[in-house]
């Protein structure tokens, strides 16, 4: 456990490093650079760990469990290793390990602009200019829903809601609800606005299936156990996929309960296929429900096999309760291919088809052509520049708060022998 420490701060205008973002991963970032006495700020817009604050509906809990819940130096020491965070509980956690670490941290400092700027960068910020020779993009993975072009044609008197403006169903009215996006999100909206009582229709495209609990233990420490969580970048035959694959339909609660679409059509949630259009008023879905059902179903099938096959290779599978089996997602017969969005039936849309981040300030020749970030590893295409908690950027686990440790020790690495190039700190100070 860490602990405490006073350092100066460095000098305000010109440092080695500028981090942006006070979140987990901006945070582990300033520990490793501390470490390795590098010159560092942190400017954060808002305060610590402000999406989790600001950015996340009332009722969500973490979908990682406590024991997963671990930062660089600093891990979740509480009597309920197996029980997931509230978002007091995860603001808590980042904001104490802030304080452990001692961050330079420049709250309520907004950056405006970065550009190229005598052989380093200049960080323009709502208050005031920093120069520096590298820059650590940690300004999150999830600043911006992704709302699909098809919202444009949504009938003007509808409420349309992202998973950011989301809070609880006391901001809607009584009317329905068609919640767009089947993974994590969608599903946990889903549920929570059908237990207020209202009539819920689910739109499911592509997504993935998965028990909170098996065999006994939590579905997160097989994925651990089995290393899928650890593959990395360079492994896997399509980056841009494995980049895009929907988080998967889980839900932390104290009963650990399980959340799929067949717990959710028990309770009286409609599914429909995936949103492709709206005519007239109505939305139309395609045709592809059961094919993506059936889809999940199979990849689920096969994830147990792999765990299943690993728990008899290494001994685990005799301290475990059986395998176990699922029953097929149930679809109805003939889902319904189009919903009337004017007649008042649905008051609300809620758009839960997922994030991206924010780089309206970065003016720098480092996009493609989707306009994503060119990086390798999180080693933009930039000298000195770096990301950080990006969706499967180093690792499978990079988003999550327990793959910062691994992607910010091999980032921070690199970013020290950029600064050694420069003859910016001696060759001792960085491990
Ligand atoms: C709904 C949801 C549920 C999640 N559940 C889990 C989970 O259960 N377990 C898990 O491990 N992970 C989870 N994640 C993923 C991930 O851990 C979080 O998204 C986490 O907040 C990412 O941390 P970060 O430090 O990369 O970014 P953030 O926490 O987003 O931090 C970025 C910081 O940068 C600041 N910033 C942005 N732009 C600027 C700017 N221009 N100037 C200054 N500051 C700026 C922001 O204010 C913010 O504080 C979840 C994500 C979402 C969206």
């Not at 819940?69 to 390990?97: K, Q």
């Not at 593959?231 to 009963?255: F, H, I, K, M, N």
């Not at 994830?303 to 005799?318: F, V």
């Amino acid at each position: 456990m860490i602990r405490a420490t006073r350092r100066r701060r460095p000098r305000a205008g010109i440092v080695d490093v500028v981090v942006i973002g006070a979140g987990h991963a901006g945070l582990a970032m300033s520990r490793y650079l501390s470490g390795a006495s590098i010159d560092h700020v942190v400017l954060e817009r808002g305060e610590i760990a402000n999406a989790w604050r600001h950015d996340r509906w009332d009722s969500l809990r973490l979908l990682t469990p406590n024991w997963q819940s671990r930062l660089p130096g600093y891990r979740y020491t509480g009597s309920d290793p197996d029980g997931y965070m509230t978002m007091p509980e995860v603001v808590g956690f980042i904001r104490t390990y802030a304080r452990l670490i001692d961050a330079p941290v420049r709250t309520g400092t907004t950056v405006t602009s970065v550009t190229g700027s005598d052989g380093g960068y200049r960080v323009v910020t709502d208050r005031g200019q920093w120069q520096c020779r590298a820059v650590v993009v940690a300004s999150g993975a999830h600043s911006i829903p992704a709302v699909p072009p098809v919202a444009a044609l949504l009938p003007a008197s509808l409420r349309t809601l992202t998973a950011k403006d989301y809070r609880n169903p006391g901001q809607l009215d009584d009317a329905g609800v068609l919640v767009v996006g089947a993974s994590a999100t969608g599903l946990q909206l889903a549920d929570e606005i059908r237990r207020s009582g209202r009539a819920v229709t689910l739109a499911v495209g592509e997504h993935i299936r998965m028990p909170r609990v098996y065999r006994g233990l939590d579905i997160q420490w097989w994925l651990d156990a089995l290393g899928i969580l650890d593959e990395r970048y360079d492994q896997v035959d399509d980056l841009v996929r494995a980049r895009r694959v929907p988080s998967p339909q889980l839900v932390g609660t104290p009963a650990r309960a399980t959340l799929d679409l067949n717990a959710l059509t028990a309770r009286g949630v409609r599914m429909v296929g995936r949103l492709v259009g709206i005519n007239d008023g109505k939305a139309q879905f395609s045709g592809s429900l059961r094919n993506h059902c059936a889809m999940a179903d199979l990849k689920l099938g096969r994830l147990l096999e792999r765990i299943d096959a690993w728990a008899e290779r290494s001994g685990k599978g005799s301290e475990v309760a059986a395998p176990e089996r699922f029953a097929p997602t149930r679809v109805e017969e003939t889902p319904c291919l189009s919903l009337d969005l004017s007649g008042g039936r649905v008051g609300t849309v809620i758009w839960a088809t997922g994030f991206r981040p924010d780089y309206g300030w970065l003016h720098l020749p480092v996009f493609d052509r989707k306009g994503r970030l060119r990086h390798d590893g999180g080693v933009v295409d930039a000298p000195g520049l770096y990301a950080l908690g990006l969706n499967f950027m180093r690792r499978r686990k990079s988003s999550f708060m327990h793959g910062a440790e691994d992607d910010v020790r091999e980032l921070g690495a690199h970013l020290a022998d950029f600064l050694r190039g420069w003859g910016r700190i001696p060759r001792r100070a960085a491990g």
